[in-house]
């Protein structure tokens, strides 16, 4: 079966330090990744998508970046957080049957202090 | 610009109430609208529509979608505390979004709270 992992769960970062989050995919092959931040209020927005190695794409203008170095990992960074950065990240990924089949990671809660 | 609207934002009721969540839309190219259930953490899938006018059942959750009016409804009925969760609505925009399986534009979410 299928199972997505996205670590770590909760993370205090000072403003300008770098920030890595990691999510990987197990149990199948080529999936579409996505990367979603929930801001208090704001509902989920995405980030970043990918339906590829090396292929992403950009929704919103950030301080954010994602690569895909494997089929199956999805990477978010950034070189430096801002206060603004602050929230709850969601890792997701989509197969060929649509988004009926669509997981979540269980999420990080990132607070940029 | 595409958009999810959800209403209302936050809703307390008391067990046993029935609810109804409201979910209208605007997208270019709508393919489906799903509904999840955010408790803690990650989402979890309730229900998927496409068609208008056919009602998904799950238990004491169901849904139903009007595409000539662009919105979908979620009824929950008996509540119980554990249906205290925010309650997410997302449509498919489809191809806008490149690949082959669209990207879900998510409401801000319903917060339902159930007290006993």
């Known amino acids: 079966s299928q199972t997505i992992h996205q670590w770590p769960a909760t993370l205090v970062q000072p403003v300008g330090s770098p920030l890595s989050l990691e999510c990987t995919v197990e149990g199948t092959s080529n999936p579409n990744l996505y990367w979603y931040r929930q801001a208090a209020g704001r509902g989920l927005q995405l980030l970043f998508y990918s339906v590829g190695i090396g292929q992403i794409s950009s929704e919103v203008p950030q301080n954010l970046s994602a690569s895909r170095p494997q089929d199956r990992q999805f990477i978010l960074s950034s070189k430096k957080l801002l206060l603004s950065d602050s929230g709850f990240y969601l890792c997701?990924?989509?197969?060929?049957?649509?988004?009926?089949?669509?997981?979540f990671g269980q999420g990080t809660r990132l607070t940029v202090v | 610009e595409d958009k999810v609207v959800q209403s209302p934002l936050s809703l307390v009721v008391h067990e046993g109430d029935t609810v109804t969540l409201n979910c209208s839309y605007e997208?270019?190219?709508?393919?489906?609208l799903l509904w999840y259930k955010q408790e803690k953490k990650a989402p979890t899938f309730l229900f998927m529509l496409?068609?208008?006018?056919i009602e998904k059942k799950s238990g004491r959750l169901s849904s139903i979608l009007d595409k000539k009016e662009l919105f979908s409804i979620l009824n929950i009925t008996a509540t119980q505390t554990g249906d205290s969760a925010i309650y997410l609505c997302?449509?498919?925009?489809?191809?806008?979004?490149?690949?082959?399986?669209?990207?879900?534009?998510f409401g801000k979410g319903t917060k339902l709270s159930v007290k006993p």
């Open positions: 997701a990924w989509s197969g060929e049957q649509g988004w009926t089949e669509a997981f």
């Open positions: 997208v270019t190219n709508f393919r489906s």
């Open positions: 997302a449509v498919d925009a489809g191809e806008n979004y490149g690949g082959s399986q669209g990207n879900l534009i």
């Open positions: 496409t068609s208008s006018g």
